[in-house]
């Protein structure tokens, strides 16, 4: 009797198993375990909108202005969605944004969304740490409602996500990301790690009762130094609400402090995800203005030296702001280093991903 029931029960999680890798999202992760073992997928923020020297050209990209083709990963930022504003907060028109997600997916490429919320107390930016905004937002708090209509408006945006074709195009979804500093109001000095999960997980199942099926979710935290597993889960969710583990990671200090901290980022990420069947991305990165002419040869690959995270996301090249940006461009010292990363087979851009026919390596 118990084996039979241990037989159905294995058949059944099986089926659940095969089942499952039909919708959209598991064919993503599908797809990038894939990749993960060829090399790290290039990614860059907001690469299709705007770079250093030029805004809503489309079809450009400073990538593909340095290197001619375009990153693998494009992200993309829905902060002032909740409000129902036609622009995010970095300027982007959400109907343009949907039209290059399009493209860039039609092209072959994956998709990556971050979202910097407003303040649901205050009404400030995401940076407003005021209001105990995340306490007010789970069920039974005096902004529940809002936060609920708010995770509607982003449901219908990720329902609007299609191909000409209607079918629903995968997106590596990182709400609440950098959890762990003291900047967001989601972030350590406005809630306990057990709010925050709450909130995280209220978004999961809001978006699973929306049935929408082509979400993989990030949970990423910011570096931190002499990192420990310990830390780095403690405002983890739980692997039912995870499919990515993430790192945002920025060099402030030093290059040596920025390889040792991504070696050490890496290593946890590495050995969690392999445990518990996950993928592991550096979620955001780079380094401000990239002044050191050979910054991503001699820095970044060192600080991934030995692992395969399935991508790296350079943070926006600005267009607001001359001071703020993490990507290649024509007109910053680091072009050579970055065409060589270009030519490096660990990297991975968008013709390597898309059409073998193309692929330069
Ligand atoms: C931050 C900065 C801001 C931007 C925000 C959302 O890291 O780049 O300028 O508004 O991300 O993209």
């Not at 990556?112 to 400030?124: D, E, F, L, M």
Request: proline share 5%; with cysteine.
């Amino acid at each position: 009797m118990k084996r039979l029931v241990m037989t159905l029960a294995s058949i059944s999680l099986c089926f659940g198993i095969i089942a499952n890798a039909h919708t959209p999202a598991q064919k993503l992760i599908k797809k990038l375990t894939i990749w993960q073992q060829k090399g790290v997928m290039m990614g860059h923020q907001d690469a299709l909108f705007y770079g250093t020297t030029w805004k809503w050209e489309f079809g450009r990209s400073d990538v593909k202005d340095v290197c001619g083709d375009y990153p693998a990963v494009l992200g993309c930022e829905l902060g002032g969605l909740e409000l129902g504003h036609d622009k995010n907060i970095d300027g982007v028109p959400f109907e343009n944004m949907r039209e290059q997600i399009q493209a860039h997916y039609q092209r072959g490429g994956i998709i990556t969304i971050s979202w910097h919320p407003h303040n649901p107390v205050t009404a400030g930016t995401a940076w407003e740490i005021e209001g105990n905004a995340v306490a007010a937002s789970l069920p039974g708090g005096k902004e529940n409602a809002k936060m609920k209509l708010w995770l509607q408006r982003t449901v219908n945006f990720m329902k609007s996500l299609k191909t000409t074709n209607g079918e629903a195009i995968p997106i590596i979804f990182r709400p609440w990301h950098e959890m762990n500093g003291d900047w967001f109001w989601w972030g350590t000095k406005s809630c306990t790690p057990q709010q925050y999960i709450q909130l995280f997980k209220m978004t999961v199942d809001y978006f699973r009762q929306a049935k929408l099926t082509h979400i993989v979710w990030s949970y990423s935290p910011n570096a931190s130094s002499d990192d420990t597993p310990e830390r780095f889960f403690t405002f983890y969710p739980g692997d039912k609400y995870v499919d990515l583990l993430g790192v945002d990671l920025y060099q402030h200090t030093t290059k040596e402090d920025f390889i040792k901290q991504g070696q050490q980022e890496m290593g946890i990420m590495h050995d969690y995800a392999e445990k518990h069947n996950k993928l592991y991305a550096i979620t955001e990165g780079g380094y401000r203005n990239t002044p050191d002419p050979q910054w991503y040869s001699y820095t970044l690959l060192p600080a991934l030296q030995g692992y395969n995270p399935c991508y790296v996301l350079l943070w926006r090249n600005a267009w607001d702001n001359k001071e703020e940006n993490f990507g290649p461009a024509p007109n910053k010292v680091c072009v050579e280093d970055f065409k060589r990363l270009y030519r490096d087979k660990k990297l991975l851009f968008l013709k390597d991903i898309s059409n073998a026919t193309n692929r330069k390596k």
